[in-house]
């Protein structure tokens, strides 16, 4: 085993042939999602996230070759990945939550102005800051 992401299979090359390819595939890689990953600075934003990463940096161990320097980054990145998606879940739910709340104020038999007008802007701004996360 060359490293524990890494798989290996052959695929035969054909009938007229009896070599095989050796085929190795990173299962840390998503085949699904552009391989290029970037950093979302609005992270260093967040005093819990720069402490996060703080943490990931001063608890690695010093780098001495370059394969050290890939699996500091790919902490990094994966505790990143999974802050985004915790981050994109709750901005969804509160999406979801906010517009229940707001049909069911419009439904009521005396519906305040005041707490519509408040959750559409709530929930304008949410729907604002989804669109452009999924810009990004």
């Known amino acids: 085993m060359l490293f524990p992401t890494i798989n290996l299979s ?8 009896d070599h095989r390819a050796l085929i190795l595939t990173d299962s840390r890689r998503n085949n699904n999602k552009s391989p290029i990953w970037q950093f979302n600075a609005t992270f260093l934003k967040s ?8 943490r990931i940096i001063t608890l690695h161990p010093p780098i001495h070759n370059a394969h050290e320097w890939d699996d500091l980054k790919d902490n990094i990145r994966n505790y990143c990945k999974k802050a985004g998606k915790e981050t994109k879940n709750k901005r969804i739910e509160g999406i979801c939550n906010l517009t229940n709340r707001l049909n069911k104020l ?31």
Do not use: C, F, V, Y
């Open 10 to 17: 052959t695929h035969h090359m054909g009938s007229d042939s």
């Open 47 to 54: 005093t819990k996230h720069t402490e996060a990463i703080e």
């Open 106 to 136: 419009q439904r009521a038999n005396n519906p305040n102005p005041a707490k519509i007008a408040s959750i559409t802007n709530r929930l304008t701004e949410l729907e604002r800051i989804q669109a452009e996360a999924m810009a990004i």
